[in-house]
């Protein structure tokens, strides 16, 4: 077999140990180095003057980074690989021979690189990672709140549709002090604008609400939450600021283009840009991308049989990412991806059909990126003016001709006996496939 590379280097990595195999020609040379910066400077050095042509490594954990960024400054040309796409002998499975097994798949041209962005956006991601950890570790403290406040018998989710808002934080701090919450106090805070004038329930129902039984040792744990709840939000701010700053102007303009699809607001667009890039290029199509992100479902065909459609796991930040905007965009009534959901989850359920809008999603924003177009959303009744005419031909031709002539209570009867599906749409109005429109009493 063909040599692409006279000189190259595998590398098995672990959290503190590195083992290297050079190979020159047919020969090799086995060296074991630590994990910390002067030995990894000493391994890039050693590479250095070995005259290495490439290296090569596995994409375990986070071990890897430490590595590829010391061989990226010392100018050596180094690749990524995922685990999966080189197996190991079996019955052979050593550090020794897995760093011998690398070395020799890259010298033969056998290996695949996986794509590393460049080192700001390699920061920008780790910037937009840390944020997302610190608004999950705020959802847990305010689920913990929400479960305190339960325990003390006081009902601020029916008061309040997000406790984490300014009206909730001020009936807080009023509680904190032990008093009474009656008819008098409400006033005032209404008067003074403390609390919202849209709150979900009435004045007597809050007053109900918001008077329960809070021990001393309830007081303090709520206050110790709350500081919390507040250096979370200072930190997430804080972050929110240095992420607008960090951006490359290219990427700040990509950020606002894929917030016009539906379902995707500032901070998700961020994620999805410090993930994918603004260059498309090195996806030739919106499949590849969509598979990269694990959310093209897998091929396992047999004798003209598919046994699964399981999907690979992708990257997770975009994945999670998407799937949240998914969810969304489905909340839009009059959104093409509520229609995609409706008609999806009805026999795929709803998790698949999350993950068909996130995927949907993704492709737009393949096309808005590399052909420079703006979304434009189809809109909920795409489905029924696609292949209007092939889906009313396949309709039995009674049911037609009942639909024509019959009343409201008549259609709704035929469309119930055949179990045709129908789309409610407002004003008690029913819509079949392109036939009339018509009112149906309730």
């Known amino acids: 077999m063909d040599k692409v590379y006279d000189k190259c280097c595998g590398i098995d990595v672990h959290k503190k140990l590195i083992v290297a195999c050079f190979r020159k020609g047919s020969k090799q040379e086995l060296r074991n180095f630590g994990a910390t910066t002067r030995e990894l400077l000493e391994l890039a050095n050693w590479l250095q003057n070995g005259g290495c042509e490439m290296v090569a490594m596995e994409s375990t954990a986070s071990y890897w980074k430490p590595l590829y960024n010391i061989l990226e400054s010392s100018e050596l040309k180094a690749m990524v690989v995922n685990a999966s796409h080189m197996k190991a002998v079996p019955g052979r499975k050593t550090d020794t021979k897995d760093a011998e097994w690398i070395a020799e798949l890259l010298q033969h041209g056998l290996l695949k690189a996986s794509y590393i962005p460049d080192k700001q956006q390699r920061e920008l991601r780790e910037l937009v990672r840390y944020r997302k950890s610190l608004v999950s570790e705020r959802t847990r403290e305010l689920n913990r709140l929400q479960k305190m406040l339960e325990g003390a018998n006081i009902k601020l989710s029916g008061t309040v549709s997000d406790i984490n808002c300014m009206s909730a934080r001020n009936i807080l701090e009023y509680l904190l002090t032990g008093e009474f919450f009656d008819e008098a106090k409400y006033d005032e805070m209404y008067k003074q604008k403390i609390i919202a004038h849209n ?223 129908v789309k409610k749409v407002d004003g008690g109005s029913l819509r079949f496939f392109g036939f009339p429109e018509v009112k149906v009493s309730q």
């Not at 804080?238 to 607001?265: H, R, S, W």
Request: with cysteine; net charge positive; proline share 2%.
């Open 199 to 421: 709150l979900k329930a009435s004045k007597e129902q809050i007053i109900d609400d918001l008077n329960g039984v809070m021990t001393p040792l309830q007081r303090r744990m709520m206050k110790e939450l709350l500081s919390h709840l507040d250096e979370l939000n200072v930190h997430i701010n804080n972050l929110e600021d240095e992420i607008d700053n960090f951006m490359k102007p290219e990427e700040k303009k990509a950020t606002q283009a894929i917030q016009d699809v539906t379902g995707i607001g500032k901070n998700s667009s961020q994620a999805i840009i410090s993930v994918i890039g603004t260059d498309m290029s090195r996806f030739p199509t919106a499949g590849h991308l969509a598979a990269w992100a694990g959310l093209c479902p897998g091929n396992n065909e047999s004798a003209q049989k598919r046994k699964t459609g399981k999907m690979r796991k992708g990257n997770a930040l975009l994945r999670s990412t998407l799937v949240v905007c998914a969810h969304s965009a489905t909340r839009n009534k009059n959104s093409y991806f509520y229609a995609q959901f409706m008609r999806i989850s009805s026999h795929r359920g709803k998790k698949r059909a999350y993950v068909a809008v996130a995927h949907s999603m993704l492709i737009a924003i393949y096309h808005i990126l590399k052909d420079g177009v703006v979304f434009k959303d189809l809109g909920a009744d795409y489905y029924n003016q696609f292949n209007k005419e092939r889906k009313i031909k396949c309709v039995p031709k009674e049911v037609k001709s009942a639909w024509v002539g019959g009343s409201g209570s008549c259609r709704l009867n035929l469309l119930a006996e055949f179990k045709i599906n």
